[in-house]
């Protein structure tokens, strides 16, 4: 009897500490740009993390999206390989957060690409490529 209570005592503390070094260490792998910079995208950050094995990028609270016809996240690789994502502007509201597939294999810059004019908008590059 006084073994199993003494168990369930330190049990709840080390449940505690093994999540908050789990906490850390995905906060630690978040990796952010610095402020997007162009003539229509220069407000806030994109973020980049692996949630439920997925590499997903995320723009900042305070990064507006461009009010053109269809901004579009678009990433750059290493090599300046350019890949075309998804539309920021969805039916309903704004899509700030995006998958990115398998087949990229790092990320050197996150841009606001408008699809109709064929223009950039705005670029946030990381300090290192992130994958």
Request: proline residues 7%; glycine residues 6%.
């Amino acid at each position: 009897m006084k073994l199993n209570q003494l168990m369930s005592v330190f049990a709840l503390p080390a449940l505690l500490i093994a999540a908050s070094v789990t906490f850390a260490a995905n906060k630690a792998d978040v990796h952010t740009t610095v402020k997007f910079e162009g003539p229509k995208a220069n407000t806030g950050t994109a973020m980049h993390a692996y949630e439920n094995g997925k590499s997903i990028l995320r723009v900042s609270e305070d990064f507006k999206v461009p009010d053109t016809p269809a901004p579009t996240w678009r990433v750059i690789d290493s090599k300046g390989a350019v890949y075309t994502l998804d539309a920021f502007k969805i039916k309903g509201g704004e899509k700030r957060m995006v998958v990115v597939p398998a087949y990229v294999p790092n990320i050197a810059k996150v841009q606001v690409y408008c699809a109709w004019a064929e223009v950039i908008l705005g670029e946030a590059p990381f300090s290192s490529p992130v994958k």
